[in-house]
Every structure is written in C-alpha cells, then in structure tokens.
C-alpha cells in the first residue's frame, strides 16, 4: 500500500513537472518581448502615420519616409550624418581594430607583463560613455587642456589646435576618443583568438620555413578570421549606434555646425528636441528614420554573418 | 630565424609601454587632478597636486546630491543584475535541457536582441513607460536594464547549461525533486563561473548606462550617477576640480572593483563574444 501511493505521487509530481517547465521561459520572453522586441516593431508602425506631438493621426503610408530624404534640412542632415557613421566605422576598424590585433599579437608572444598590461589596455572599457566623454573634453579643451600643454613641451605648438571646436577636427577626436574606449577590448577578443590557434599548425609552418611577416598572412590571419569577423560585427553595430559620446561632447546638434552628428543623435533630436520646423511631424520622422536604420544594421549584419559562415565552411 | 629577434622585443615593449601610458594617462590625471585646487588646474595642468586638498569633493558634494545618485545607481544596478539572473537561469534552463520543437526559434529569438539597437525604440518605449507610470521611476530603468541584458545573458548561460553532465539532474529527480528544485539546489551552485560572467557583464551596464536615463528621469533625486555627472557639467562648467571630483566619484567604484577582480571582469566582458 505504502509503496503504491509514494508512486502514484512520483507519477503525478513527474506530470506536475512536465507541464510547469513550459512556464520557465516566460518571465523572460515577456520583459524581453515588452521592452526590445515591441518597441522595435512599434517604431517602425509609427513610421506609417502621421504625428501631432504624441498623438498618433492619419496612416500616410511612405509619406515620412519620403519626406524625410527629399524635404530640406532632412534629407542632407540624413546624408550628412551617415557618411559620419561610415567614417565612424572605417576609423575604428583601421585605427582600433588594427591596433588590438598587434596587440594581441604582442601578447601572445608571452611578454613580462601581460597582465598589466592587458589591464591597462581594458581599465578605459569600465567608465561611463558619459565620463569618457567628459574627461576629454577637459583633455582636450584649447585653453587649459592637457594635450595641447603636452605639445607645447614636446616643441609641437603648431600642431595646437582648438581640437572639438574645429568641424575639421572634432568628428575624428571624437572617433579616437571611441576608439581609446574600446580598445582593450578587441585586444582580449583577439589574444582569446590567438591562443585558440592550434599550435602544432604554427609548429608545421615554422619547420616549413615561414616567419614574421610570412608567417602572419598565411597562418595567423586565416585563422585569426573568426575573431575579425567577431570584431567586424561589433564595431558594425556600435558605429552606427553612436549616440552617447557626441552627446557627451558636442551635444544633441553635433557641433560644431553638424560635423560630428551621426543617426543617433539626428534621430534623438527628431524624436526629443525641436529640430523639426513645426515639430508636428518629428515623432514620423524620428520612426522613419529609425526603421531605415534598424533594416540597414539587421541586413547589413545578416549579410555579413552569411558571408563569415561560408568563409568558414571553405576553411 | 635569429635575424629580426634582436630589436622584434624591445619594440614590443616600446608599442605596450607606449599604449598603455594612452590607456591610463586620462584617468591617472582624472585622479590626481580631482585633489588639486581649481587655480592650480589652470597653472599647471599636467603637474603632481601640490598639496592633496579635498576641497573639490567637498564643493561637489554640497552642490549635488551624489549620495543619492550613488543609492539610485546601486538600485538600478543590483535589482537589474538579480532580475536577469533568476528569468535567464530559467529560460535558458528550459531552452538547454529540455527538448522541445521551438526552443531552437525560441534562442534565435532571444539572440535577435544582440543585433537589434534598441535606442531606435526609444519613441514606443518613452509612450510605453509613461502609460505605466513608470516616468521618472527607478523602476523603468531596472527593466530597461533587464530587457537588453537578457539576449548575451541567454547565450552565455545556455551554452553553459548545454556543456553540464545530465547525471545529476536525473538523481535528483529519481528523488523526486521538481524542476525549481533541481535547478535550484543542482545546476545553479555548478553555474557558478558563468552566472559571474553574467553578473559582471551586466552590473556594468547598468551601473554606466546613460541613454534611458536621460529620457525615462526628469527628477533630480531620482537620477543616476551618469545623468548626475552630466547636468554637473552644464551648471558648472567653469570650476574644474569639482568636475574632475564628479567624474573620478563617477568612475571609482568600476575601477575599485575592477583592481579586486580584473581576470573575471575582462574574461566577463569579453564571454560573450568568443564562443
């Protein structure tokens, strides 16, 4: 009797737990589903109807989007901001990306140190975009600011500059500051990559001969692909997010005169600010826009991680 | 072979030396210039404090709120970590062990998030938070926090739990625990390497974010320590040892905790991306 009933319970607490297992994915599926997938999908229904403020009007179909790449300021400041995305990217891929590679590489090569110094590389990564922002402001700051006192001593005055304030100048500091900020990241992407490298491959190809610069194209840099790809698709996404360090440093306008502003903060100003000229469309503008930009991250992304997959299968 | 070896070290050192001098320069003289009076800043910019004064933080702090800012991010942070922690451990627990036609969709789903830029949102979510009343609540930030932490939080746990042998699963459950016991009492205390990472990760974007709330927090006293620092540099941007105080209270706990634990909190950061 006893033995019976302790079974039957068993049996009925195994049902019991099949079916409240299915529960366990919830929690998560709604606080994800509200607050990222939802807002995505919503923004870019928003971009369909006309706005007044806050209040949702009439469906206009592709009038927003229309509006904003024909109607003057929209459409250059669209252009505009976008090519700042580009060089973003380009930037960081060639300045960043190619510096923490060395570095990895450095690295690997089991330096005294590597412990500092791959913390030192990664301490920047830990402060707030906002205090990154803000500490080089002061740095850079034409009258009091550190770097040009440092080229003065170093007998570079003519290299002074008002760094920020000059449109020729300000967007690639701005983009240096972003790249001194992520550095110590890629650094420890790329050093994982290389230690992930079999060694008796290196071994094979140096009994064949191959060293240094030869060495680097034929053995690191094939295997090294998965980690650029890794970096390529992160610095991808970050580039044409950028939003909280122009903010920072040159506010909702990308000063001077829009020569730092990129599509996070056009879209911030279009969504927030009054940019608009009567302010009644911003909101449809603002989703417009954002739609654009999130298809052109998600295709642009999707493309790229294709293109990494085939590249593996064929290694 | 030998040729090349000779000067190929040393110009390692010259590239790592001179680096790290760029990594750490900014923030050693965030530091140092925080104790040094205002007038001395304007004098001598790049020399040692002349004497070590306090006086900045304390002009900060009586013209801020920081320990309210300080209380309001450690809110935000912590809540936020524990949120994602507890309905990640269950959804990859679920999607991990248990074999079911749409888990595989189900991932894909929650991994969507990495490539989505959730700032674009930002319009649907401002109406969102404002019909829940959540304007100016602590509250908007915690779920903002939980939301765009869950997709990396999925893949590092779900990778985690897939790499676990069954066997001590099955035992508990031949002992007739239930699915919240067995992940309770056997997989969570083997979780424990990953669900750091996870804590990591995210204690740092919450504690650093900045994007939600300058839009969710109009309230002074329910601001964060990142928004705090901000409105600190348009109300007084003339006097700059309070602002090189402001950012250095802005950034020393990150960094305090960083020096007690930086092998988990790079290996953190970085789990995420290396498979």
């Given at each position: 009797m006893m033995r019976e009933s302790t079974a039957s319970s068993v049996r009925k607490r195994r049902l019991w737990a099949r079916w409240t297992i299915?529960?366990?994915?919830i929690p998560a599926l709604i606080v994800y589903g509200m607050f990222v997938l939802y807002p995505i999908v919503a923004a870019m229904s928003y971009s369909f109807f006309e706005w007044k403020g806050m209040a949702r009007g009439d469906f206009i179909g592709l009038q927003n989007f229309v509006t904003l790449f024909t109607t003057e300021p929209y459409g250059s400041m669209f252009w505009n901001a976008f090519k700042h995305n580009v060089l973003y990217f380009v930037v960081q891929m060639v300045v960043m990306n190619g510096l923490a590679f060395f570095l990895g590489f450095i690295i690997y090569q089991k330096i005294k140190g590597a412990a500092f110094f791959k913390a030192a590389f990664f301490l920047p990564r830990l402060l707030s975009v906002i205090v990154v922002g803000f500490l080089w402001k002061l740095i850079l700051n034409?009258?009091?600011?550190?770097l040009n006192v440092i080229l003065e001593k170093l007998g570079l005055?003519?290299?002074?500059?008002a760094w920020l304030g000059d449109p020729g100048t300000a967007l690639i500091a701005i983009i240096l500051v972003n790249c001194w900020f992520g550095l110590g990241f890629g650094v420890l992407i790329f050093l994982a990559g290389f230690q992930g490298i079999p060694s008796e491959l290196v071994e094979a190809a140096k009994l064949d001969g191959a060293k240094g610069f030869t060495l680097l194209c034929t053995i690191y840099l094939p295997l090294m692909v998965p980690s650029i790809m890794i970096m390529g698709i992160l610095t991808f996404i970050q580039s044409f997010e950028a939003f909280e360090l122009v903010y920072a440093m040159q506010g909702s306008m990308g000063e001077p005169y829009y020569s730092t502003d990129t599509l996070a903060v056009f879209f911030y100003r279009l969504a927030f600010g009054s940019s608009t000229a009567s302010g009644a469309t911003a909101i449809g503008l603002g989703s417009a826009l954002a739609t654009v930009l999130f298809l052109f991250i998600l295709v642009c992304t999707t493309l790229f991680l294709r293109f990494a997959n085939k590249k593996d299968v064929q290694m | 072979m030998k040729q090349g070896v000779i000067w190929v070290r040393p110009f390692y050192y010259l590239v790592v030396f001179t680096v790290a001098t760029i990594s750490l320069y900014p923030i050693v003289l965030m530091i140092l210039s925080s104790f040094k009076k205002s007038v001395d800043i304007y004098k001598?910019?790049?020399?040692?404090?002349?004497s070590f004064s306090l006086d900045t933080y304390r002009t900060l702090l009586a013209k801020i709120p920081f320990t309210t800012y300080f209380l309001n991010s450690l809110f935000v942070s912590i809540v936020s970590v524990v949120l994602i922690v507890v309905v990640c451990s269950l959804a990859s627990f679920y999607i991990a062990r248990f074999k079911f036609s749409w888990n595989h969709a189900l991932f894909f789903i929650f991994l969507l998030g990495m490539m989505?830029?959730?700032?674009?949102?930002i319009v649907p979510l401002f109406i969102l938070m404002r019909d829940l009343g959540l304007?100016?609540?602590?509250w908007s930030l915690i779920l903002m926090n939980t939301a765009t932490g869950i997709p990396l939080s999925m893949l590092i746990l779900t990778g985690f739990f897939k790499t676990m042998p069954y066997e001590l699963e099955e035992a508990a459950r031949i002992d007739g625990a239930g699915n919240l016991r067995v992940l309770w009492h056997v997989v969570l205390p083997l979780m424990r390497p990953a669900l750091g990472t996870v804590v990591i990760i995210n204690f740092i974007a919450a504690w650093n974010d900045f994007f939600f709330p300058l839009i969710f927090i109009t309230e002074k006293m329910k601001r964060t320590i990142p928004v705090g620092m901000m409105s600190l540099f348009g109300e007084h941007s003339a006097d700059w040892g309070s602002l090189f105080a402001g950012l250095t209270l802005a950034s020393l706990p990150m960094i305090l905790l960083f020096f007690i634990a930086s092998k988990q909190f790079m290996e953190g950061l970085t789990a995420g991306a290396i498979k």
């Open positions: 299915h529960l366990f994915p034409p009258n009091f600011g550190t005055e003519t290299l002074q500059k | 001598n910019p790049l020399g040692l404090p002349t989505i830029p959730i700032k674009l949102g304007m100016n609540s602590l």
